[in-house]
Protein backbone atom coordinates (compact mmCIF):
# COMPACT_ATOMS: atom_id res chain seq x y z
CA UNK A 1 0.00 0.00 0.00
CA UNK A 2 1.15 3.15 -1.40
CA UNK A 3 1.42 6.39 1.33
CA UNK A 4 1.81 9.83 0.98
CA UNK A 5 2.49 13.02 2.38
CA UNK A 6 0.63 16.28 1.98
CA UNK A 7 2.21 19.38 2.89
CA UNK A 8 0.33 22.50 2.41
CA UNK A 9 0.02 25.45 5.12
CA UNK A 10 -3.99 26.04 4.25
CA UNK A 11 -6.21 22.93 5.84
CA UNK A 12 -8.86 23.69 3.26
CA UNK A 13 -6.43 22.79 0.13
CA UNK A 14 -5.04 19.69 2.19
CA UNK A 15 -8.37 18.25 2.38
CA UNK A 16 -9.74 18.52 -1.00
CA UNK A 17 -6.62 16.84 -2.11
CA UNK A 18 -6.66 14.44 0.28
CA UNK A 19 -10.63 13.84 -0.23
CA UNK A 20 -9.28 12.99 -4.10
CA UNK A 21 -6.72 10.94 -3.23
CA UNK A 22 -8.91 8.55 -1.17
CA UNK A 23 -11.07 8.28 -4.15
CA UNK A 24 -8.81 7.51 -6.51
CA UNK A 25 -6.36 5.40 -4.83
CA UNK A 26 -8.15 3.83 -2.36
CA UNK A 27 -7.67 2.61 1.57
CA UNK A 28 -4.11 4.74 0.81
CA UNK A 29 -2.48 6.19 3.83
CA UNK A 30 -2.72 9.94 3.91
CA UNK A 31 -0.55 12.03 6.17
CA UNK A 32 -0.69 15.78 6.14
CA UNK A 33 1.63 18.73 7.53
CA UNK A 34 1.10 22.57 7.08
CA UNK A 35 4.82 23.58 7.74
CA UNK A 36 8.37 22.23 6.54
CA UNK A 37 9.90 21.13 10.18
CA UNK A 38 6.32 19.05 10.44
CA UNK A 39 6.88 17.72 7.34
CA UNK A 40 10.45 16.73 7.77
CA UNK A 41 9.53 15.08 11.06
CA UNK A 42 6.72 13.16 9.29
CA UNK A 43 8.80 12.23 5.99
CA UNK A 44 11.49 10.79 9.02
CA UNK A 45 8.40 8.79 11.25
CA UNK A 46 6.36 7.54 8.33
CA UNK A 47 8.57 7.51 5.11
CA UNK A 48 5.83 8.34 2.65
CA UNK A 49 6.16 6.86 -1.02
CA UNK A 50 4.58 10.14 -2.48
CA UNK A 51 5.13 13.67 -1.01
CA UNK A 52 2.68 16.80 -2.00
CA UNK A 53 4.59 19.61 -1.67
CA UNK A 54 3.81 23.34 -1.89
CA UNK A 55 7.01 25.95 -2.02
CA UNK A 56 4.98 28.72 0.04
CA UNK A 57 4.87 27.14 3.75
CA UNK A 58 6.47 28.42 7.12
CA UNK A 59 9.23 27.57 9.33
CA UNK A 60 11.75 25.89 6.43
CA UNK A 61 10.56 26.57 2.94
CA UNK A 62 9.60 24.10 0.12
CA UNK A 63 13.01 24.38 -1.91
CA UNK A 64 14.47 23.76 1.51
CA UNK A 65 12.29 20.71 2.25
CA UNK A 66 12.32 19.13 -1.34
CA UNK A 67 16.55 19.05 -1.02
CA UNK A 68 16.49 17.98 2.48
CA UNK A 69 13.92 15.30 1.86
CA UNK A 70 15.82 13.76 -1.30
CA UNK A 71 18.88 13.83 0.07
CA UNK A 72 17.11 11.60 3.40
CA UNK A 73 14.88 9.67 1.94
CA UNK A 74 16.79 9.45 -1.96
CA UNK A 75 13.90 7.11 -3.46
CA UNK A 76 10.88 9.08 -2.10
CA UNK A 77 8.69 10.86 -4.77
CA UNK A 78 8.09 14.53 -4.89
CA UNK A 79 5.61 16.38 -6.66
CA UNK A 80 5.40 20.26 -6.27
CA UNK A 81 2.23 21.77 -6.32
CA UNK A 82 2.26 25.39 -6.10
CA UNK A 83 0.60 28.89 -6.67
CA UNK A 84 4.13 30.05 -7.57
CA UNK A 85 5.21 31.43 -10.67
CA UNK A 86 6.89 28.40 -12.33
CA UNK A 87 8.84 30.06 -15.21
CA UNK A 88 10.94 31.21 -11.81
CA UNK A 89 10.66 28.01 -9.77
CA UNK A 90 10.40 24.69 -11.52
CA UNK A 91 14.24 24.33 -12.80
CA UNK A 92 14.65 24.94 -9.36
CA UNK A 93 12.64 21.96 -8.18
CA UNK A 94 13.73 19.83 -10.89
CA UNK A 95 17.42 20.32 -9.83
CA UNK A 96 16.57 19.98 -5.75
CA UNK A 97 14.91 16.25 -7.25
CA UNK A 98 11.26 16.47 -7.67
CA UNK A 99 9.39 14.18 -10.35
CA UNK A 100 6.90 16.72 -10.78
CA UNK A 101 5.60 20.56 -10.56
CA UNK A 102 1.80 21.35 -11.19
CA UNK A 103 -0.08 24.71 -10.80
CA UNK A 104 -2.65 24.60 -7.95
CA UNK A 105 -4.67 26.58 -10.62
CA UNK A 106 -4.50 23.16 -12.49
CA UNK A 107 -8.00 21.21 -12.22
CA UNK A 108 -8.59 18.71 -9.41
CA UNK A 109 -8.59 15.85 -11.97
CA UNK A 110 -5.30 17.39 -13.99
CA UNK A 111 -3.54 17.34 -10.19
CA UNK A 112 -4.85 13.95 -9.59
CA UNK A 113 -3.64 12.40 -13.08
CA UNK A 114 -0.14 13.96 -12.73
CA UNK A 115 -0.14 12.24 -8.85
CA UNK A 116 -1.13 9.02 -10.61
CA UNK A 117 1.57 9.60 -13.22
CA UNK A 118 4.62 10.87 -10.46
CA UNK A 119 3.52 7.71 -8.12
CA UNK A 120 4.21 5.06 -11.42
CA UNK A 121 7.37 6.22 -12.14
CA UNK A 122 7.02 8.82 -14.38
CA UNK A 123 8.02 12.96 -14.23
CA UNK A 124 5.26 15.40 -14.96
CA UNK A 125 6.40 19.10 -15.71
CA UNK A 126 4.04 20.26 -18.46
CA UNK A 127 4.67 23.62 -17.81
CA UNK A 128 8.21 23.31 -18.22
CA UNK A 129 7.49 21.18 -22.25
CA UNK A 130 5.49 24.64 -22.87
CA UNK A 131 9.15 26.42 -21.65
CA UNK A 132 11.31 24.84 -23.08
CA UNK A 133 9.50 24.96 -26.87
CA UNK A 134 9.28 29.03 -25.98
CA UNK A 135 13.15 28.83 -25.29
CA UNK A 136 12.48 29.76 -21.98
CA UNK A 137 13.96 27.20 -19.57
Do not use: W
Not at 38 to 50: C, K, N, V
Amino acid sequence: MASILIVDDHPAFRLVIKTHLLQLLGTQEVFEADNGQSAMEMARQFAPDLTILDLDIPRINGLDVLARMKTAHPSMRILILSSHDASTFVSRAMRAGAQGFVSKSQDVKEIMRSVEAVMSGYSVFPIAMKFMQEGLL
